[in-house]
Protein backbone atom coordinates (compact mmCIF):
# COMPACT_ATOMS: atom_id res chain seq x y z
CA UNK A 1 0.00 0.00 0.00
CA UNK A 2 1.18 3.58 -1.08
CA UNK A 3 1.70 6.14 1.59
CA UNK A 4 -0.65 9.00 2.43
CA UNK A 5 1.01 11.65 3.40
CA UNK A 6 -1.31 14.79 4.36
CA UNK A 7 -1.66 17.64 2.12
CA UNK A 8 0.20 19.92 5.36
CA UNK A 9 2.54 18.55 7.34
CA UNK A 10 3.95 19.57 10.68
CA UNK A 11 8.01 19.28 11.78
CA UNK A 12 9.43 18.46 15.05
CA UNK A 13 12.99 20.15 14.13
CA UNK A 14 12.05 23.01 16.55
CA UNK A 15 10.15 21.03 19.29
CA UNK A 16 13.38 21.22 21.48
CA UNK A 17 13.17 25.19 21.59
CA UNK A 18 9.27 25.15 22.28
CA UNK A 19 10.12 24.59 26.06
CA UNK A 20 6.52 22.48 25.87
CA UNK A 21 5.53 20.65 28.69
CA UNK A 22 4.89 17.04 27.56
CA UNK A 23 0.61 17.64 28.24
CA UNK A 24 1.62 20.87 25.80
CA UNK A 25 3.03 18.96 23.65
CA UNK A 26 0.22 16.04 23.02
CA UNK A 27 -2.09 19.11 22.97
CA UNK A 28 -0.14 20.53 19.99
CA UNK A 29 0.51 16.87 18.12
CA UNK A 30 -3.73 16.25 18.61
CA UNK A 31 -4.77 19.96 17.35
CA UNK A 32 -2.60 18.95 14.39
CA UNK A 33 -4.66 15.92 13.98
CA UNK A 34 -8.06 17.22 14.15
CA UNK A 35 -6.56 20.19 11.71
CA UNK A 36 -5.55 16.89 8.71
CA UNK A 37 -2.55 17.61 9.36
CA UNK A 38 -1.61 13.90 9.95
CA UNK A 39 1.98 13.40 8.77
CA UNK A 40 5.07 14.64 11.82
CA UNK A 41 8.38 14.94 10.22
CA UNK A 42 11.17 13.77 12.58
CA UNK A 43 14.90 13.13 11.90
CA UNK A 44 17.30 11.55 14.28
CA UNK A 45 19.35 14.97 14.46
CA UNK A 46 16.49 17.16 15.70
CA UNK A 47 17.25 19.43 19.18
CA UNK A 48 20.54 17.33 18.84
CA UNK A 49 19.35 13.75 19.00
CA UNK A 50 16.20 14.87 21.70
CA UNK A 51 13.49 15.87 20.02
CA UNK A 52 12.02 12.48 18.89
CA UNK A 53 12.11 11.23 22.42
CA UNK A 54 10.30 14.55 23.13
CA UNK A 55 7.42 13.42 20.93
CA UNK A 56 6.98 10.14 22.21
CA UNK A 57 7.04 11.41 25.71
CA UNK A 58 3.85 13.25 24.56
CA UNK A 59 2.45 10.63 22.18
CA UNK A 60 3.18 7.73 25.07
CA UNK A 61 0.21 10.22 27.45
CA UNK A 62 -2.30 9.31 24.09
CA UNK A 63 -0.89 5.88 22.46
CA UNK A 64 -4.05 5.25 20.21
CA UNK A 65 -2.95 9.08 18.59
CA UNK A 66 -0.70 6.64 16.60
CA UNK A 67 -2.93 4.92 14.47
CA UNK A 68 -4.70 8.81 13.24
CA UNK A 69 -0.09 9.48 12.05
CA UNK A 70 2.01 9.01 9.67
CA UNK A 71 5.91 9.39 11.21
CA UNK A 72 8.38 10.26 8.79
CA UNK A 73 12.11 10.36 10.21
CA UNK A 74 15.55 10.55 8.63
CA UNK A 75 18.64 9.49 9.03
CA UNK A 76 22.44 9.48 8.12
CA UNK A 77 24.04 12.88 9.53
CA UNK A 78 26.30 12.65 12.04
CA UNK A 79 26.21 15.23 14.13
CA UNK A 80 28.71 16.58 17.02
CA UNK A 81 27.35 17.43 20.02
CA UNK A 82 27.92 16.45 23.56
CA UNK A 83 25.09 13.82 23.19
CA UNK A 84 27.09 11.90 20.43
CA UNK A 85 30.84 12.07 21.88
CA UNK A 86 32.56 9.16 19.78
CA UNK A 87 31.29 11.82 16.60
CA UNK A 88 34.64 13.67 15.48
CA UNK A 89 33.37 15.94 13.03
CA UNK A 90 30.23 15.94 11.11
CA UNK A 91 30.01 13.53 8.23
CA UNK A 92 27.14 11.50 6.12
CA UNK A 93 26.92 7.76 6.45
CA UNK A 94 24.03 5.71 4.96
CA UNK A 95 26.25 2.38 6.09
CA UNK A 96 23.33 -0.67 6.54
CA UNK A 97 24.88 -0.52 10.39
CA UNK A 98 24.35 3.34 10.95
CA UNK A 99 20.39 3.34 9.30
CA UNK A 100 19.79 0.46 10.88
CA UNK A 101 21.34 1.33 14.64
CA UNK A 102 19.40 5.10 14.05
CA UNK A 103 15.89 3.37 13.06
CA UNK A 104 16.16 1.50 15.98
CA UNK A 105 17.01 4.89 17.90
CA UNK A 106 14.68 6.51 16.76
CA UNK A 107 11.61 3.86 16.68
CA UNK A 108 12.73 3.81 20.90
CA UNK A 109 12.53 7.61 21.32
CA UNK A 110 9.47 7.71 18.87
CA UNK A 111 7.46 5.06 21.31
CA UNK A 112 5.93 3.47 18.17
CA UNK A 113 7.09 0.18 16.40
CA UNK A 114 7.34 1.13 12.94
CA UNK A 115 8.36 4.46 10.83
CA UNK A 116 5.98 5.19 8.10
CA UNK A 117 8.32 7.05 6.06
CA UNK A 118 12.31 6.76 6.35
CA UNK A 119 14.40 9.28 4.95
CA UNK A 120 18.04 9.62 4.15
CA UNK A 121 18.30 13.08 5.19
CA UNK A 122 21.10 14.50 2.56
CA UNK A 123 23.50 12.91 -0.07
CA UNK A 124 26.51 11.11 0.82
CA UNK A 125 29.15 11.28 -1.38
CA UNK A 126 29.88 7.26 0.21
CA UNK A 127 26.62 6.26 -0.71
CA UNK A 128 26.22 2.81 -1.72
CA UNK A 129 22.87 2.58 -3.63
CA UNK A 130 22.65 -1.29 -4.14
CA UNK A 131 23.96 -1.93 -0.41
CA UNK A 132 21.15 0.67 1.17
CA UNK A 133 18.14 -0.84 -0.98
CA UNK A 134 18.95 -4.13 0.80
CA UNK A 135 19.25 -2.38 3.74
CA UNK A 136 15.78 -1.15 3.11
CA UNK A 137 14.12 -4.39 2.32
CA UNK A 138 15.19 -5.72 5.49
CA UNK A 139 13.90 -2.73 7.41
CA UNK A 140 10.72 -3.51 5.55
CA UNK A 141 10.89 -6.93 5.55
CA UNK A 142 11.39 -6.61 9.79
CA UNK A 143 8.49 -4.09 10.00
CA UNK A 144 10.23 -1.46 11.42
CA UNK A 145 9.86 0.73 8.15
CA UNK A 146 7.41 0.66 5.96
CA UNK A 147 8.71 3.03 2.90
CA UNK A 148 11.67 4.95 2.06
CA UNK A 149 12.84 8.42 0.34
CA UNK A 150 15.22 10.93 0.84
CA UNK A 151 16.10 14.61 1.29
CA UNK A 152 17.73 17.29 -0.51
CA UNK A 153 18.62 15.13 -3.46
CA UNK A 154 19.58 16.10 -6.58
CA UNK A 155 17.60 14.11 -9.82
CA UNK A 156 20.23 11.90 -10.42
CA UNK A 157 21.40 11.11 -7.05
CA UNK A 158 17.67 10.50 -6.59
CA UNK A 159 17.28 8.35 -9.46
CA UNK A 160 20.62 6.34 -8.05
CA UNK A 161 18.78 5.07 -5.30
CA UNK A 162 15.00 5.11 -6.84
CA UNK A 163 16.21 2.49 -9.23
CA UNK A 164 17.71 -0.15 -7.16
CA UNK A 165 13.97 0.84 -4.81
CA UNK A 166 10.76 2.58 -5.41
CA UNK A 167 11.26 6.22 -2.95
CA UNK A 168 8.24 7.71 -2.06
CA UNK A 169 9.58 11.37 -1.65
CA UNK A 170 12.58 13.87 -1.90
CA UNK A 171 12.11 16.62 1.03
CA UNK A 172 13.47 19.98 -0.31
CA UNK A 173 13.67 23.36 0.62
CA UNK A 174 11.18 25.89 -1.39
CA UNK A 175 9.52 28.62 -1.02
CA UNK A 176 8.88 32.37 -2.53
CA UNK A 177 12.71 32.78 -1.04
CA UNK A 178 14.45 29.20 -2.52
CA UNK A 179 13.34 29.37 -6.05
CA UNK A 180 15.89 26.68 -7.43
CA UNK A 181 14.14 23.70 -7.27
CA UNK A 182 11.63 24.93 -9.91
CA UNK A 183 14.25 25.00 -12.42
CA UNK A 184 17.39 22.56 -11.57
CA UNK A 185 15.10 19.70 -12.30
CA UNK A 186 14.08 18.65 -8.96
CA UNK A 187 10.11 19.22 -9.39
CA UNK A 188 10.23 18.67 -12.82
CA UNK A 189 11.30 14.60 -11.41
CA UNK A 190 8.98 14.87 -8.53
CA UNK A 191 6.09 15.69 -11.41
CA UNK A 192 7.27 13.07 -13.68
CA UNK A 193 7.42 10.02 -11.31
CA UNK A 194 3.85 11.76 -9.43
CA UNK A 195 6.11 11.54 -5.99
CA UNK A 196 4.89 14.48 -4.25
CA UNK A 197 7.97 16.64 -2.97
CA UNK A 198 7.96 17.45 0.90
CA UNK A 199 8.83 20.96 1.00
CA UNK A 200 10.41 22.07 4.17
CA UNK A 201 11.01 25.65 5.57
CA UNK A 202 8.22 26.31 3.36
CA UNK A 203 7.72 30.04 5.27
CA UNK A 204 11.68 30.31 4.34
CA UNK A 205 12.19 29.74 8.13
CA UNK A 206 10.21 32.85 9.07
CA UNK A 207 11.84 34.60 7.00
CA UNK A 208 8.54 35.87 5.05
CA UNK A 209 7.84 37.60 8.10
CA UNK A 210 10.64 38.51 9.56
CA UNK A 211 13.44 38.93 7.38
CA UNK A 212 15.51 42.11 6.36
CA UNK A 213 16.97 41.60 3.26
CA UNK A 214 15.63 42.91 0.55
CA UNK A 215 14.04 39.60 -1.48
CA UNK A 216 12.43 39.07 2.18
CA UNK A 217 10.82 42.57 1.95
CA UNK A 218 9.82 42.16 -1.24
CA UNK A 219 8.35 39.12 -0.93
CA UNK A 220 6.30 39.90 2.01
CA UNK A 221 5.09 43.51 0.56
CA UNK A 222 3.62 41.37 -2.38
CA UNK A 223 1.78 38.44 0.02
CA UNK A 224 1.19 41.06 2.69
CA UNK A 225 -1.20 42.73 -0.01
CA UNK A 226 -2.52 39.66 -1.74
CA UNK A 227 -3.49 37.91 1.98
CA UNK A 228 -4.83 41.63 2.79
CA UNK A 229 -6.90 41.79 -0.56
CA UNK A 230 -7.97 38.06 -0.22
CA UNK A 231 -9.28 38.12 3.62
CA UNK A 232 -6.55 35.68 4.40
CA UNK A 233 -3.13 35.51 5.65
CA UNK A 234 0.62 35.55 4.19
CA UNK A 235 1.00 31.78 5.73
CA UNK A 236 -2.42 30.80 3.67
CA UNK A 237 -1.21 32.89 0.43
CA UNK A 238 2.42 31.52 1.05
CA UNK A 239 1.41 27.91 1.19
CA UNK A 240 -1.23 28.13 -1.36
CA UNK A 241 1.37 29.70 -4.14
CA UNK A 242 3.51 26.16 -3.24
CA UNK A 243 1.07 24.04 -3.53
CA UNK A 244 -0.02 25.32 -6.74
CA UNK A 245 2.73 23.35 -8.97
CA UNK A 246 1.18 20.40 -10.54
CA UNK A 247 4.44 18.50 -8.79
CA UNK A 248 1.39 18.54 -5.54
CA UNK A 249 4.06 19.79 -2.91
CA UNK A 250 3.14 19.11 0.78
CA UNK A 251 4.69 21.76 2.88
CA UNK A 252 6.18 21.20 5.85
CA UNK A 253 5.59 23.75 8.42
CA UNK A 254 7.49 23.96 11.30
CA UNK A 255 5.51 26.34 14.08
CA UNK A 256 4.79 25.69 17.62
CA UNK A 257 1.46 27.58 16.99
CA UNK A 258 -1.65 25.77 15.66
CA UNK A 259 -3.49 28.57 13.90
CA UNK A 260 -0.16 28.55 11.65
CA UNK A 261 -1.19 24.81 10.64
CA UNK A 262 -5.01 26.05 10.48
CA UNK A 263 -4.11 28.89 8.18
CA UNK A 264 -1.60 26.61 6.07
CA UNK A 265 -4.57 24.17 5.74
CA UNK A 266 -7.21 26.60 4.26
CA UNK A 267 -4.32 27.24 1.34
CA UNK A 268 -5.59 24.02 0.13
CA UNK A 269 -9.03 26.25 -0.71
CA UNK A 270 -7.33 28.84 -2.69
CA UNK A 271 -6.86 28.86 -6.30
CA UNK A 272 -3.92 30.93 -7.31
CA UNK A 273 -4.22 32.44 -10.97
CA UNK A 274 -0.70 31.88 -13.05
CA UNK A 275 -0.09 35.80 -12.67
CA UNK A 276 -0.04 36.25 -9.29
CA UNK A 277 2.05 33.23 -8.87
CA UNK A 278 4.46 34.94 -11.61
CA UNK A 279 4.64 37.78 -9.54
CA UNK A 280 5.24 36.14 -6.40
CA UNK A 281 8.14 34.66 -7.99
CA UNK A 282 9.15 37.30 -9.32
CA UNK A 283 9.39 38.92 -5.99
CA UNK A 284 11.43 36.35 -4.62
CA UNK A 285 13.69 36.48 -7.78
CA UNK A 286 14.44 40.24 -7.52
CA UNK A 287 13.09 40.29 -11.62
CA UNK A 288 10.29 39.25 -13.89
CA UNK A 289 10.67 35.94 -15.91
CA UNK A 290 12.34 36.12 -19.36
N1 LIG B 1 15.11 17.77 5.30
C1 LIG B 1 15.79 18.79 5.75
O1 LIG B 1 17.00 18.94 5.47
C2 LIG B 1 15.11 19.80 6.59
C3 LIG B 1 15.73 21.01 6.93
C4 LIG B 1 15.03 21.92 7.72
C5 LIG B 1 13.75 21.62 8.16
N2 LIG B 1 13.17 20.42 7.83
C6 LIG B 1 11.80 20.06 8.26
O2 LIG B 1 10.92 21.11 7.88
C7 LIG B 1 10.17 21.54 9.01
C8 LIG B 1 9.81 22.98 8.86
O3 LIG B 1 10.98 23.79 8.78
P1 LIG B 1 10.92 25.25 9.40
O4 LIG B 1 10.63 25.17 10.86
O5 LIG B 1 12.10 26.00 8.96
O6 LIG B 1 9.60 25.77 8.61
P2 LIG B 1 8.81 27.13 8.48
O7 LIG B 1 7.37 26.77 8.73
O8 LIG B 1 9.19 27.73 7.18
O9 LIG B 1 9.35 28.09 9.63
C9 LIG B 1 8.93 27.95 10.95
C10 LIG B 1 9.38 29.18 11.70
O10 LIG B 1 8.63 30.30 11.20
C11 LIG B 1 8.05 30.97 12.30
N3 LIG B 1 6.73 31.53 11.92
C12 LIG B 1 5.69 30.86 11.39
N4 LIG B 1 4.62 31.68 11.23
C13 LIG B 1 5.02 32.90 11.68
C14 LIG B 1 4.38 34.17 11.78
N5 LIG B 1 3.11 34.36 11.37
N6 LIG B 1 5.10 35.21 12.29
C15 LIG B 1 6.39 35.03 12.69
N7 LIG B 1 7.04 33.85 12.63
C16 LIG B 1 6.37 32.79 12.13
C17 LIG B 1 7.86 29.90 13.36
O11 LIG B 1 7.74 30.49 14.62
P3 LIG B 1 6.47 30.10 15.56
O12 LIG B 1 6.73 28.71 16.03
O13 LIG B 1 6.51 31.11 16.63
O14 LIG B 1 5.23 30.17 14.70
C18 LIG B 1 9.12 29.08 13.18
O15 LIG B 1 10.21 29.65 13.88
C19 LIG B 1 11.09 21.21 10.20
O16 LIG B 1 10.39 21.11 11.43
C20 LIG B 1 11.67 19.90 9.77
O17 LIG B 1 10.73 18.86 10.07
C21 LIG B 1 13.82 19.51 7.06
Known amino acids: MSVQFSRIAAGAWRMADWGMT ?9 ACLDLGVTTFDHADIYGAYTAEAL ?5 ALKPALRDRMQIVSKCGIKLVTPNRPEHRIKSYDTSPEHVIASVDASLKALKTDHLDVLLIHRPDALMNAAELAHCFEHLRATGKVRHFGV ?5 SQFELLNKRIALVTNQIECSPLYLEPFTDGTLDQAQSLELPPMIWSPLAGGQLFHGTDEAS ?6 LERLAHEWHSTVTTVACAWLMRHPSRPIPVLGSQRVQAYEEAVSAVNLK ?5 WYEIWSAGAGRSVA
Open 217 to 222: VRVRAV
Open 151 to 155: SNFTP
Open 55 to 59: FGEAL
Open 22 to 30: PQARLAWIE
Open 272 to 276: MDRET
